[in-house]
């Protein structure tokens, strides 16, 4: 009865590194969603992906911010270069079917990304 | 791009009370849901609303779909101090497509 699986939950990056935060979604699930999450705010649309593709990434950064989501293992969010402003809790949610069909998404704990 | 406008944003209640809070928008969206978020958690869906006026409930809590898409409002009755968290509103659909756009969210501390 596994949800959605998100690693590392903490990260503490100095400026400059690359952040890698990894998400497996629920079983049966095919859709993956990446959200940000700034201290006292609600959550942000990054990108949305399925197998091996990227279907919407209209609220990422178009610098340093990279997502996939491969035939195998788990979709990986990845901040290359990392600044201060990064910090954040980036949360991952997936869905079963065509988001026209549910709005159901579930979402994993999260990865709180710190950067130094 | 689409916004929610949600209030209040922050609730000091007395254990018992009842708790009402809604989120407006200036667009169409096809799908309401409320989710709860408890610190160092991820949201947790409450509630899902798929037609225009639709009334649904879960619990203690009710929520409904506004008649022309745009607003739902969420409440909770007969409060609890499990009830303390941040309690969010999202649509999808309309313009946003498949992505869920959140409010601002509304931080709820029950006294016991």
């Known amino acids: 009865n596994a949800g959605v699986m998100q690693n590392p939950r903490h990260l503490v990056r100095r400026r400059g590194q690359e952040a890698r935060l990894r998400c497996s979604p629920m079983?049966?699930?095919?859709?993956v969603y990446w959200y940000r999450q700034l201290p006292e705010e609600g959550l942000k649309f990054m990108v949305y992906?399925?197998?091996?593709?990227?279907?919407?990434e209209s609220g990422m950064p178009k610098e340093r911010f990279s997502a996939e989501f491969p035939k195998e293992g788990p979709s990986i969010l990845r901040i290359q270069q990392v600044v201060r402003g990064d910090s954040a809790a980036y949360f991952c949610?997936?869905?079963?079917?065509?988001?026209?069909?549910?709005?159901?998404?579930?979402f994993g704990e999260g990865s709180r990304l710190t950067v130094l | 791009g689409q916004q929610l406008n949600q209030s209040p944003q922050s609730m000091f209640i007395q254990e018992g009370e009842d708790v009402s809070m809604n989120c407006t928008s200036s667009?169409?969206?096809?799908?309401w849901l409320w989710y709860k978020q408890d610190p160092g958690e991820g949201p947790v869906l409450l509630i899902a609303?798929?037609?225009?006026?639709e009334l649904t409930s879960n619990g203690r809590l009710t929520a409904q779909f506004g008649i022309t898409r745009k607003d739902s409002f969420l409440n909770i009755s007969a409060s609890i101090p499990s009830d303390v968290g941040i309690y969010f509103c999202?649509?999808?659909?309309?313009?946003?497509?498949?992505?869920?756009?959140f409010g601002e969210g509304t931080q709820l501390t029950v006294n016991p």
């Open positions: 949610a997936s869905s079963q079917g065509q988001p026209a069909n549910t709005g159901e998404l579930f």
């Open positions: 079983k049966g699930h095919s859709h």
């Open positions: 992906l399925q197998k091996e593709n990227i279907i919407d």
């Open positions: 667009s169409i969206f096809n799908t």
């Open positions: 609303l798929y037609k225009a006026g």
């Open positions: 999202a649509g999808q659909g309309g313009t946003s497509g498949s992505r869920l756009t």
